[in-house]
């Protein structure tokens, strides 16, 4: 059996989907969401082997919501209703997605494509590439407090680290974890925005408050929620050039 999870915030469009879904017995509906957090808690809650995931969603997005699964990944069909929601990405990354209205054919073939699917490795670089498509640069986090999930802006993140192999968002005001590793972050986000100062911390350019030098060519910032972190000497003057500009 192939447990679904059902993610639209219509619910006319979850009961389509649930009707055409009846005619593929191996197909498990094992829950529904409304919205990008939801979503991210019951795959957390759920572990499903697919996704038929909404794009377009108040709060955090189908694409905001793949790009924050860990791994091993289930499988994804996005579903939208419109086409200019970067199809030509979806197609090169080996992704599948349907166009709403759904029809049963194109259901059906999508089903088709996820039994014949490459294991979750292959599905893990699909998702990778279409994250790192140009011009989807996140504008929003999915990140977990405790058992809850939380949307945070682009522009209240002070700094994401890595710390005992976990991932970190930071905020003025807290400490959330994340599924993506760093590397997987430093693709995606927008390099106008974010730098990496070190092997374990990326942080937000706008949230750096102070910069100070070191006679060996290092470096050590001030970031907007009262931490400092040491730049290292490779890294300082690239981040000096970026503050600059």
Known sequence: MIRT??????????ERLRQLLTAHPDIEIVGEAADGVEAAEKIAELTP?????????PGASGLDVAAS???????????TAYDQYAVDAFELSAL?????PVNRARLAAALDRVRASAPAPG????????????GLAPARFLAKRGN???????????????VDDVTHLL???EQLSMQPTLASLARRLDAAAFFQVSRTAIIRLDAVKE????????????LSNGQTMVVARRRWRLLLDKLEA
Do not use: W
């Open 211 to 222: 910069a100070k030098p070191f006679s060996d060519g290092t470096g050590e910032i001030l």
């Open 69 to 79: 699964l860990g791994k091993p990944r289930p499988a994804v069909i996005f579903c």
């Open 123 to 134: 599905r893990d670089r699909a998702l990778e590439q279409l994250a790192h498509s140009p």
């Open 5 to 14: 999870l059902v993610v639209d915030d219509e619910q006319p469009a979850r």
């Open 148 to 162: 809850r999930f939380r949307v945070v802006a682009a522009n209240e993140v002070v700094a994401f680290t890595f």
């Open 171 to 173: 905020t003025t005001t």
């Open 49 to 57: 082997d697919l996704i038929l995931l909404d794009i377009q969603m």
């Open 96 to 100: 599948d997605y349907l166009l709403k």
